[in-house]
């Protein structure tokens, strides 16, 4: 395998950018994206899996576990996506990081992102009723809780900010009928608005 070959060639076309030792990125979505759609979804599944794995790994000592949370929702999300009867614990696992990623978003004042993050978090936790029983009813109130605290500390700053907290405060009432409803497919997660 020569792959600091490969990477150079690959460089040389405009395709990827060296970032620093063996890190690489590439120079648009465009092309991360053709790249990411040819790769069999099992390999992704790998893929993601092992990056998330060493993003918990002790070796990991570059990055902030503000900056870490958010790429571990991202990569255990896709590793789920990837597996029509993901394991519960991992669904779990997967459900902890969102919320933490949501509080991220939610003291960076990303009101409306921590509202998406906590809706993606919900169905996820409504895919199977062993996840559901446990996980559903917290983070319903976490949501109520966002609403509250966006009404809370915007509303004498922004009229605008108190209908997104009412807007989200519906959008609520909508996401609890979640818990009536006896089974939830991997795609739904991506029909969350």
Request: aromatic share 6%; charged share 25%; with cysteine.
């Amino acid at each position: 395998e020569n792959y600091p070959h490969l990477f150079r060639l690959l460089e040389r076309q405009g395709l990827i950018r060296h970032i620093r030792d063996e890190v690489f990125a590439f120079k648009n979505e465009t092309t991360c994206t053709s790249v990411y759609s040819r790769i069999l979804v099992s390999k992704r599944r790998k893929l993601h899996a092992t990056v998330a794995e060493w993003l918990e790994s002790e070796e990991q000592t570059v990055l902030s576990a503000q900056q870490v949370t958010p790429m571990l929702a991202h990569h255990w999300m896709a590793v789920l996506e990837a597996d029509p009867d993901p394991p519960v614990d991992l669904i779990n696992k997967t459900v902890g990081y969102l919320k933490e990623t949501a509080d991220i978003a939610t003291n960076q004042q990303a009101i409306q992102e921590a509202s998406k993050i906590l809706k993606k978090a919900m169905n996820l936790a409504s895919l199977k009723s062993e996840s559901k029983a446990k996980l559903l009813q917290p983070l319903r109130l976490h949501f109520l809780g966002l609403a509250m605290k966006d009404v809370h500390e915007f509303s004498s700053k922004n009229m605008n900010s108190s209908r997104n907290s009412l807007n989200i405060t519906k959008e609520l009432t909508n996401v609890s009928s979640l818990s009536t409803t006896s089974s939830s497919s991997s795609s739904d997660l991506d029909t969350l608005p």
